[in-house]
């Protein structure tokens, strides 16, 4: 049996953004994944909220699933003093062995690499190839224009309105942590 409750894939960015907040909210989230006893799915990266979500939980004390495919190990400082450090050969195993490997996904502020996750998991629930819960943390609503988008692909028909029940927008970890805390209750 594993020594954690719940596996969170997190999405985000190699970067840190232009504002404070962003990092600060992966710090925070990744010391409450340690706090709740839960293990954090990520890229694997060192650099960007990647790296700061990662030193959070590590420095919490929490479980840390890392994968990164070969090609960005140098880019974004593949960090391997995690609890498991896997290497894939593209960037389509990494998210699969990602996927494989949690129960819930958060997608925190990031670039076209984090929108490109965010999108294939949610065609992946709209198709019903799985059911987990997919979470936007939308620092500074930071996510309203991708939200946006998605209305307006609704509204002109490419979609249906159901697409808007596969994820949850929250606008704080706090929000988030109680969110994925039920899953468990």
Request: net charge negative; charged share 25%.
């Amino acid at each position: 049996m594993a020594d954690f409750s719940l596996s969170v894939c997190v999405f985000c960015g190699a970067r840190s953004g232009a504002h404070p907040d962003y990092a600060k909210a992966a710090d925070d989230f990744g010391r409450a994944i340690a706090d709740e006893n839960w293990r954090l799915v990520y890229g694997a990266g060192d650099v960007g909220l990647m790296g700061t979500v990662a030193r959070a939980t590590q420095d919490a004390g929490g479980s840390t699933f890392g994968v990164i495919p070969v090609h960005l190990l140098k880019q974004e400082v593949g960090k391997t003093d995690l609890s498991t450090f896997v290497v894939t050969e593209n960037m389509h195993e990494r998210k699969k062995v990602m996927f494989m490997n949690c129960d819930a996904i958060v997608v925190l502020p990031g670039g076209a690499g984090s929108l490109d996750e965010f999108f294939e998991v949610l065609t992946w629930k709209q198709i019903g190839l799985h059911e987990k819960p997919i979470y936007l943390l939308s620092v500074n609503d930071y996510w309203a224009p991708l939200e946006a988008l998605i209305d307006h692909v609704i509204a002109e028909g490419f979609a249906s309105d159901i697409n808007k029940s596969f994820y949850k927008t929250v606008s704080s970890v706090e929000e988030l942590t109680e969110d994925l805390r039920a899953l468990r209750s």
